[in-house]
């Protein structure tokens, strides 16, 4: 399964930039009202019509592949505001009723500048990191930018002063052109002790939400490859030696459906500051857990630890189950602040 959110539109760029195709790169900059995608979103165009990514609910996705189409075709970028704050949007306009205003930038690639934009786009996202990125959205001259994340930089353009590094996110004047501020968040990274039944329809979740997922057990035999087809990392390992490997996850799952094992990965997690820490089965299994911890470690998870994990959405069985913890998780990751 392909991934979706802004993971999927970076993988696909990266694909159609290895196949050596046209594509354009587009990015909502900033927004205003209600609109169906907020600043920091991203969608690829190809120069087939292809795409990848949504920016809206459909009713702006005409007008969008032609301003990526302008761009493609001019070789350089462009800028569009979609506006549905008045009243003239529901009889002449879009007919969405958004009552809402974003501006979209499309860049083409192949050209040299944006192509270091990419570069620090993809790495970023391999890395977990978030991207900071400061855009000119003035209407004569689009597409200036520049963007970090950990220490790496890319710039397009000269117009972007240095100083726009510490302004707070929104639309700013630069010398008397507006100017974006925004943040291109890394995708959530997710990692499951146990690969039991629960874990493929969590990864197929984890994945159309764009999620970054790893799964680990001790047990080689939950880890087929087909079975955990849309996990990004299989670990056969304990609890201990996966969390030691790689980015630190944003989120832990502790589901091995053992209760020893859960232990062993409760002890590890409480050493660690993972801000979410997940673990199934019922509450009088927890408590029984709980108490077999050490007064420091349950201090430790206290605060982080969410059991019985999931919303109580109702229903039974596997499915039912990832679904409810893919709620919570949604809900922590984008929670504000």
Same mark, same amino acid.
């Given at each position: 399964m392909s991934a979706g959110g802004n993971r999927g539109v970076l993988e696909r760029a990266r694909a159609l930039r290895h196949e050596g195709r046209h594509f354009a790169l587009a990015l909502v900059t900033d927004s205003e009202g209600s609109t169906y995608r907020k600043p920091g979103a991203l969608a690829v165009v190809a120069e087939d019509g292809q795409r990848q990514g949504t920016l809206s609910g459909g009713c702006l996705e005409p007008a969008l592949e032609q301003l990526a189409q302008r761009a493609m075709a001019s070789g350089r970028a462009e800028a569009a505001v979609f506006d549905t704050l008045g009243d003239d949007d529901l009889l002449f306009g879009s007919g969405s009723g958004c009552r809402g205003r974003m501006r979209v930038l499309a860049w083409p690639v192949p050209a040299d500048a944006p192509q270091a934009l990419l570069d620090l786009l993809l790495a970023a996202q391999a890395a977990g990191h978030d991207v900071e990125l400061a855009v000119s959205v003035d209407a004569a001259r689009p597409g200036d930018a520049w963007a970090w994340s950990d220490g790496q930089h890319a710039r397009l353009g000269t117009s972007i002063p240095d100083a726009a590094a510490s302004w707070p996110h929104g639309l700013h004047e630069n010398a008397g052109h507006p100017l974006a501020r925004l943040r291109i968040r890394a995708a959530p990274r997710l990692m499951l002790i146990g690969g039991g039944p629960e874990a493929p329809p969590l990864l197929r979740l984890a994945?159309?939400?764009?999620?970054?997922?790893?799964?680990?057990?001790? &047990?080689?035999?939950?880890?087929?490859?087909? &079975?955990?087809?849309?996990?990004?990392?299989?670990?056969?390992? &304990?609890?201990?030696?996966?969390?030691?490997?790689? /980015?630190?996850?944003?989120?832990?799952?502790?589901?091995?459906?053992?209760?020893?094992?859960?232990?062993? $990965?409760?002890?590890?997690?409480?050493?660690? /500051?993972?801000?979410?820490?997940?673990?199934?089965?019922?509450?009088?299994r927890r408590d029984e857990l709980l108490a077999l911890l050490e007064p420091a470690g349950r201090d430790a998870l206290r605060a982080r630890l969410r059991a019985p994990v999931g919303l109580?959405?109702?229903?039974?069985? /596997?499915?039912?189950?990832?679904? $409810?913890?893919? $709620?919570?998780?949604?809900?922590f990751f984008h929670a504000p602040g």
């Open positions: 994945a159309t939400l764009g999620w970054a997922a790893t799964v680990a057990d001790h &047990r080689e035999g939950l880890l087929d490859p087909q &079975r955990l087809a849309d996990a990004d990392r299989r670990l056969h390992a &304990r609890a201990a030696a996966a969390l030691a490997e790689g /980015p630190a996850p944003d989120a832990v799952l502790v589901m091995t459906h053992q209760a020893s094992a859960d232990l062993e $990965a409760l002890r590890a997690l409480a050493t660690m /500051p993972v801000p979410y820490v997940g673990l199934l089965g019922p509450p009088a109580p959405l109702g229903g039974e069985g /596997p499915e039912a189950i990832a679904l $409810a913890i893919a $709620a919570d998780l949604q809900r």
